[in-house]
């Protein structure tokens, strides 16, 4: 069983198979969706990071 670690609240997120880059899983802790950022070792971050789909953080929309 493959392991990575929750950002938001550190609880161990175990994968039955080792995921693929981009998979998203809800944290078993928290309850926060995180997508895996790498793959060796197992890197999770917050799926809804609005500053990775930016290309500059000083464009972020005020009403999001």
């Known amino acids: 069983m493959t392991t990575g670690f929750c950002p938001e609240c550190d609880a161990d997120v175990k994968f039955k198979?080792?995921?693929?880059i981009g998979f998203e899983i809800n944290c078993p802790g928290c309850?926060?969706?995180l997508k895996v950022i790498a793959d060796?070792?197992?890197?999770?971050?917050?799926?809804?990071?609005?500053?990775?789909?930016?290309?500059?953080?000083?464009?972020?929309?005020?009403?999001?």
């Open 40 to 64: 060796s070792p197992i890197e999770l971050d917050w799926a809804d990071d609005v500053w990775d789909d930016l290309d500059d953080p000083d464009e972020v929309d005020d009403d999001y």
């Open 17 to 20: 198979k080792p995921p693929r």
């Open 31 to 33: 309850g926060a969706l």
